[in-house]
Structures are given as C-alpha cells and as structure tokens.
C-alpha cells in the first residue's frame, strides 16, 4: 500500500516469492518479506523492518445457545465490527470464540480494553484446542465492546503477544445495519413460530430456542436505538518486534 494515500498498488500470496517486481517497493510503500514473515517500510530516509504475528486468528464469533444448539454470529477480523443483536439477559452474559489455525497451548488470559463490560471466565476449549473461549458479564447495549488475549501460544512454537477483536451490542438489530427500527420488527414478525435455524437465529432475539411475540416485544422495545458511528479509517497496534 501506498502509506500516504492508502492506496493498493500491488497484492500476493503469502509466501509467495518476491521477484523484480518487488522493484516497486519506493518510499511510503509497505510490503511483505518473501516468506510472509515480515512487513518492510520505507521512508525517504531509512527501511524498518516488522516481524508479523506468527499466532494465526482464522475467525472470531459471538456465541449463543438457543435451546440445545449453539449459534455464532460472525465477527469479521477487519473493517467494521460485526453486531450481536441477541440479549445478554439481565446480566449482559456474551461469549466470543476465537479460533486458530493451530491447536493452543497457552493464552495468558483475556480482558476488556474498550467498552462496558468484564470477562468472567476464559479458557482453551477442551474440545477443540483450535478454539479460545471467553465468556462476558456486565455488557451493556448500544456500544462496541473490544476484548483482548495476551501471550497467545500454539503447537507450532508460535507466539503473539497481543489479539484484539470488536464487536457491536445492539439488542433486536436482527438485520445488523446497527440501527434498531420497523425493518427489524418486521423481519422479526415473519419469522414467527418458525423453527429456529442458522438462517434465522437472529430474530431469535432472547435465545429461548423460539422465535414468538417475546422477541417481537423485545425488538419493539429497543426502536429506535443504535449504535455510535464507527470510524472508516481505525488505527490498529500489532504486536511487532523493529529489526
């Protein structure tokens, strides 16, 4: 990327061998080492160096039980946090599921670095080692909540200080466009008394396992409600090490 316009000026693969084309790499550019290991860039006056994270997050989800089965909604890793329109109860109780691409190790624990609310539990899954739980209490709606790991090991060897992931808490937003209004009343009314699905969970707003008139009031009930307007441009910290 060109570094003072944002700009993308050319992609590849990671791993991928750089050859003369890597010629490109001028002042104010940002580019990849050879083997993907490393960032470089250059300014007019020097070239640093960043080594990447080695701990690969492969995704994240906020997860819920409706009745006997689990739904996740979706947190993508970039660009605007995704929205967990589901209640959290009296309590304000979330679960966010990190997953790896390898199988853990060791992660130092976890924590609230931006938003109302506090972790209560955290642990590897012991189910599936890929997978790093972290249970929420105390989260309150209408805001981006952003959870934190630190000292995040793997059985590869690999380690990453810190992983940070956001999410957006806007209780009866079953259409995710982070304003609560007719539209999701509406989407929430045509799915009652269907059976709860991976299509449909969202307007299973309480997580009871049924989508009926309690999740229509509850949508009802919070008209009118949004979220804050998100930044196009965030500005990320990653765990680098100059060389």
């Known amino acids: 990327y060109d570094t003072n316009t944002f700009a993308e000026k050319f992609r590849f693969d990671i791993g991928e061998d750089m050859n003369s084309a890597s010629d490109q790499f001028g002042a104010g550019m940002l580019v990849a080492s050879r083997d993907g290991q490393y960032l470089a860039l250059r300014t007019p006056t020097t070239t640093r160096i960043y080594h990447l994270p080695a701990v690969q997050l492969v995704s994240v989800a906020s997860s819920k039980n409706h009745s006997a089965v689990a739904y996740g909604v979706d947190l993508p890793l970039d660009g605007t946090p995704g929205v967990e329109c589901r209640s959290g109860g009296p309590s304000g109780q979330y679960t966010m599921i990190f997953t790896f691409g390898q199988n853990l ?3 130092g624990g976890s924590a609230v670095t931006k938003g109302v609310g506090a972790v209560s539990s955290n642990a590897i899954d012991s189910s599936d080692t890929h997978r790093y739980i972290v249970n929420l209490t105390g989260v309150t709606n209408g805001q981006y909540i952003k959870v934190t790991l630190n000292n995040v090991n793997d059985t590869a060897g690999d380690h990453t200080d810190l992983i940070s992931q956001q999410m ?3 209780i009866g937003d079953t259409s995710g466009d982070r304003v609560v209004n007719s539209a999701d009343i509406g989407q ?8 709860v699905t991976a299509g449909n969970f969202r307007e299973d707003v309480n997580s009871d396992g049924f989508i009926n008139s309690a999740d229509i009031g509850l949508v009802k009930s919070k008209s009118g409600t949004a979220l804050p307007s998100y930044p196009s441009i965030q500005s990320t910290t990653l765990p680098v090490r100059l060389k």
């Open 168 to 170: 957006g808490i806007l």
């Open 188 to 195: 929430t009314k045509s799915q009652s008394g269907q059976s």
């Open 105 to 107: 190790t060791s992660v």
